[in-house]
T-cell receptor, first 115, second 115 residues
Framework: GAVVSQHPSRVICKSGTSVKIECRSLDFQATTMFWYRQFPKQSLMLMATSNEGSKATYEQGVEKDKFLINHASLTLSTLTVTSAHPEDSSFYIC???????????FGPGTRLTVT | DAKTTQPTSMDCAEGRAANLPCNHSTISGNEYVYWYRQIHSQGPQYIIHGLKNNETNEMASLIITEDRKSSTLILPHATLRDTAVYYCIVRVVNAGGTSYGKLTFGQGTILTVHP
């Protein structure tokens, strides 16, 4: 399966600042990547679908101006949490799909803590 | 996508088979059954998927009932490293063979493998 990396693995930032999370598909050209969020002891929730060269599609209730997604190449998508607040503290996970999306391959996740 | 029902938690002795049930009584004809697992603080890992026939790979076997309303994931020889949350997901695959891509995660089953 595809190998997906995320950077950083952990980040701590102060309230009001912005933080960027990178998701890389190391061995697979991903036209579509997905971003999920997982709060403690909860399941994964899809935030948005990132399409290479076009605007991301956000799930209902996810603020597109707060969670900026850029998918400029077939191997890189970034999620920027703007003006982060403590309630944005969460585990952020990206995934890529194979050509038919029969399988999705997930990154290791990024733990964001906003103080 | 159809909703799934899984037991909240299960235990299994190391070396024994772990049988994880999933109920998806409202599944429709174009929905596949997928299984993923998530080890603590990691991204989900794809295990297996199927439509109506039983499937087996190097990780597990998937048994789908004839009416497709339920399925069982079998880990034939569970190890301590199989302790994780296991998610059963049903997902539409359209007539063209390309899925919609979205995975909707429920609460899953916490499988604990003990010595």
């Amino acid at each position: 399966g595809a190998v997906v990396s995320q950077h950083p693995s952990r980040v701590i930032c102060k309230s009001g600042t912005s933080v960027k999370i990178e998701c890389r598909s190391l061995d697979f050209q991903a036209t579509t990547m997905f971003w999920y969020r997982q709060f403690p002891k909860q399941s994964l929730m899809l935030m948005a679908t990132s399409n290479e060269g076009s605007k991301a599609t956000y799930e209902q209730g996810v603020e597109k101006d707060k969670f900026l997604i850029n998918h400029a190449s077939l191997t890189l998508s970034t999620l920027t949490v703007t003006s982060a607040h403590p309630e944005d503290s969460s585990f952020y996970i990206c995934s890529v799909g194979d050509s038919h999306f029969y399988e999705q391959y997930f990154g290791p996740g990024t733990r964001l803590t906003v103080t | 996508d159809a909703k799934t029902t899984q037991p909240t938690s299960m235990d299994c002795a190391e070396g024994r088979a772990a049988n994880l049930p999933c109920n998806h009584s409202t599944i429709s004809g174009n929905e596949y059954v997928y299984w993923y697992r998530q080890i603590h603080s990691q991204g989900p890992q794809y295990i297996i998927h199927g439509l109506k026939n039983n499937e087996t790979n190097e990780m597990a076997s998937l048994i789908i009932t004839e009416d497709r309303k339920s399925s069982t994931l079998i880990l034939p020889h569970a190890t301590l490293r199989d302790t994780a949350v296991y998610y059963c997901i049903v997902r539409v695959v359209n007539a063209g063979g390309t899925s919609y891509g979205k995975l909707t995660f429920g609460q899953g089953t916490i499988l604990t493998v003990h010595p």
